[in-house]
């Protein structure tokens, strides 16, 4: 079985890493991995490298970096601004997300929210861990909760195209938005929807699109998950 770590550290051949308290629980008492054992490891920012371990105790360890696997690929801006939602369905929407390329995930209170709390540092953990999942080298930013009246305040069109994910038909359908764009902020509503005065601030919005998903009514977590599906398969 491959071994893939996210290191919260500077990378390069030849260095010496302590792993923390939890990675040296996890290699120990689940993975049960043996002195020697190769690992690969990415930090986010420096690439992949092939890894050793080189010590391991109940509490800590090292490991020693060897070589260079994948130089770190340039990234594509692609964000999800999305309502919070039910714990679960939150963070099965950032394991999705993360494992689709999204690079910034910012969840939004709009009028009918009805989840206003968000464990930014738990989404983070699961990003992560999605990311070791999927060999993806990068790391998505997780921003605190933003109000959607600041999200639509700040778009402009130095700004990536924002996408409304718009369940009424009224949007265009996903190959007429993403023509001629590279980077794309996906906006989608909480289960209750957008309220109408929230609308009518989207559609005054310079630098946005209503994107339409089909004839059903997607949950929330589907219509995040089917965009990003579909503008990074393009
Ligand atoms: N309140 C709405 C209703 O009952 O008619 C449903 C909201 S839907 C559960 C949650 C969000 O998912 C919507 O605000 C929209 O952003 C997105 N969505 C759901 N279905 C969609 C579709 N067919 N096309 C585009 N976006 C969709």
């Known amino acids: 079985m491959q071994i893939r770590l996210f290191i919260d550290r ?98 939004v209170i709009t009028e009918y929210t009805s989840v206003k709390h968000v464990n930014t540092e738990r989404l983070r953990l699961i990003a992560i861990e999605a990311c070791e999942q999927c060999r993806r080298l990068d790391v998505p930013e997780i921003s605190e909760p933003v109000a959607l009246k600041e999200l639509l305040i700040a778009q402009n069109d130095a700004e990536p195209l924002l996408i409304h994910l718009d369940e009424t038909g009224r949007g265009q359908k996903a190959s007429v938005v993403f023509s001629g764009i590279e980077s794309a902020a996906f906006l989608v509503g909480p289960e209750g929807g957008f309220s109408e005065t929230e609308r009518a601030l989207i559609a005054e919005t310079p630098h946005t699109a209503g994107m339409d998903l089909g004839e059903r009514i997607l949950r929330a977590e589907t219509a995040a998950v089917s965009a990003l599906a579909l503008f990074m398969c393009r």
């Open 10 to 107: 500077d990378l390069t051949v030849g260095a010496t890493v302590p792993l923390t308290e939890s990675q040296a629980h996890y290699l120990r008492n689940v993975l049960r991995a043996e002195l020697g054992a190769e690992l690969f490891v990415f930090n986010g920012k420096d690439g992949e490298f092939a890894a050793v371990l080189s010590s391991l105790n109940k509490k800590d360890g090292e490991i020693q970096i060897c070589r260079l696997l994948r130089e770190q690929p340039e990234k594509r801006d692609v964000r999800l601004y999305f309502s919070p939602l039910k714990r679960d369905c939150t963070e099965w929407v950032v394991e999705k997300a993360t494992e689709l390329g999204v690079t910034r995930i910012v969840p």
